[in-house]
């Protein structure tokens, strides 16, 4: 069984400011991990994705997340926030790949004032 | 990349009347594709599973008789909502499975009235 916790419903932060945005998972085998971006009446767009091999992954717009196995978590951060930052975030995990059904978080919504 | 193109992005129905959504993948074949449901401030529920050329795994609770989903292809599934009320209206997406990770559709906000 997989699940996924992303703690806060709403991060809010100023315009170049650090964003970071928490997820949490748990997998019985080791996990593919994701991060979706979802603008409004929109579908969601991959930011960035870990499998194997190097923990600290570089995705989409600047963002990057860094896998830890030992607390379980693949944490999502941004330097520097972008009024165009502002949207829904999805974390999700998967056992294996593709082909598996991915388990997704109840989302964050990031706002961003100017 | 890999596209899954969904269609329509809005369509607005009548109470008692069925809608078909289209999800196609544009260059590459989806063997697998999933139905996801999206309700407002919420996360997706996953509504059901398809495979080309099989019948859909619907998740618990997910009634399979007003949701018909079609894999006829490995380009195109289709999610038919049937007999629609207004507690369907709801933003509806699909996904394509990929080697290591998934592609959305554009979703298709339904309104029923």
């Known amino acids: 069984a997989q699940s996924v916790t992303q703690l806060g419903s709403h991060v809010s932060v100023s315009e170049g400011a650090l964003v970071l945005l928490r997820c949490n998972y748990s997998?019985?085998?080791?996990?593919?991990l994701f991060w979706y971006v979802q603008y409004p009446n929109q579908g969601l767009q991959l930011l960035l994705k870990?499998?194997?091999?190097?923990?600290l992954v570089k995705g989409i717009n600047g963002f990057e997340a860094e896998f830890k196995k030992s607390e379980t978590s693949f944490h999502l951060t941004k330097p520097s926030a972008h009024m165009s930052d502002a949207a829904e975030y999805f974390c999700?995990?998967?056992?294996?790949?593709?082909?598996?059904?991915?388990?997704f978080g109840r989302g964050t919504s990031l706002i961003v004032h100017p | 990349g890999a596209v899954v193109s969904q269609h329509p992005s809005r369509v607005i129905c009548k109470s008692g009347t069925s809608v078909k959504i289209e999800c196609r993948s544009l260059d590459f074949q989806a063997t697998t594709m999933f139905w996801y449901r999206q309700f407002p401030k919420k996360s997706l529920m996953l509504m059901a599973t398809s495979n080309e050329g099989s019948k859909a795994t619907y998740e618990q609770g997910v009634e399979k008789d007003k949701f018909l989903i079609n894999h006829a292809s490995l380009t195109l599934s289709t999610l038919t909502v049937t007999s629609a009320h207004p507690e369907d209206s709801s933003f509806y997406i699909c996904?394509?499975?990929?080697?290591?990770?998934?592609?959305f559709g554009s979703g298709t906000r339904l309104t029923v009235v």
């Open positions: 997998s019985s085998v080791p996990p593919y």
């Open positions: 999700a995990v998967s056992d294996r790949g593709g082909s598996y059904i991915p388990t």
């Open positions: 996904s394509a499975s990929l080697g290591d990770g998934y592609t």
């Open positions: 870990y499998t194997t091999g190097a923990t």
